[in-house]
């Protein structure tokens, strides 16, 4: 059964660090793998997708990389900003079913 | 990528009663899937809507606490059957284009069970 952890769980910076999230799962037959975030209360917003043949995928100052061999996805921020704050969540994508397994999620908060 | 009108956004239940949630796409999707995000956790998928067939639960969920129906490729609903206060969570609905694209999620629906 494939089983997704996030570390930190928690992570206050202040602003204008460059920050890595990790995320890592036990089954590397994967479809491809997706990172979202979420505001208190909200619903998700995907911030990038990775497919499985893909070593990593850039958005503005995100950045995410795969390395399915060993299990594990980094998100990349750069420069990070007070609006950066929320829960990221990563989630990897079953090879048979396209069901979305998700990850414990690491909640961030950037302080001015 | 797709966008989804999800209502309500929440409602506050009184224990023993059910509450629909609906799920429109603006276009058409192959998939549709129901989420549970309970306080403080991450999310756990309810079940696979099935265009024109009974969906498809996950361990731990039943048809009779959350049926499911999908009449066409762009709207789903969500019942939440005699509630108590442990189903209250945030339910989300998500869809997908084709195979292997981008998952994309609705607003959600705060729950609250009295």
């Known amino acids: 059964k494939q089983e997704v952890t996030q570390i930190p769980a928690a992570l206050s910076v202040p602003e204008g660090e460059n920050l890595v999230l990790n995320c890592s799962f036990t089954?590397?037959?994967?479809?491809?793998l997706q990172w979202f975030r979420q505001d208190p209360g909200k619903g998700l917003t995907s911030l990038l997708l990775?497919?499985?043949?893909?070593r990593e995928q850039t958005s503005g100052r995100l950045n995410a990389s795969l390395d399915k061999s060993s299990g594990r996805s980094t998100l990349y921020i750069a420069a990070s900003q007070p609006g950066d704050s929320a829960t990221y969540l990563c989630?990897?994508?079953?090879?048979?079913?396209?069901?979305?397994?998700f990850g414990t999620g690491t909640r961030l908060q950037v302080f001015p | 990528s797709a966008v989804i009108s999800q209502k309500p956004s929440r409602d506050i239940c009184q224990r023993g009663t059910s509450l629909t949630i609906q799920c429109q796409v603006d276009?058409?999707?192959?998939?549709m899937f129901w989420y549970r995000q309970q306080p403080g956790q991450s999310l756990t998928l309810i079940a696979t809507?099935?265009?024109?067939?009974?969906?498809?639960?996950e361990s731990g969920f039943v048809i009779d606490k959350f049926p499911i129906s999908r009449p066409n490729l762009t709207f789903s609903t969500l019942t939440v059957s005699n509630m108590s206060p442990e189903d209250s969570s945030i339910y989300l609905c998500?869809?997908?284009?084709?195979?292997?694209?981008?998952?994309?999620f609705g607003s959600g629906t705060r729950l609250t069970v009295v």
């Open positions: 809507a099935n265009q024109g067939s009974e969906a498809t639960y």
């Open positions: 276009s058409q999707v192959t998939m």
């Open positions: 989630a990897v994508v079953d090879n048979n079913t396209d069901k979305l397994i």
């Open positions: 089954d590397s037959a994967i479809y491809n």
């Open positions: 998500s869809v997908v284009k084709t195979s292997g694209a981008i998952h994309t």
């Open positions: 990775i497919q499985s043949s893909q």
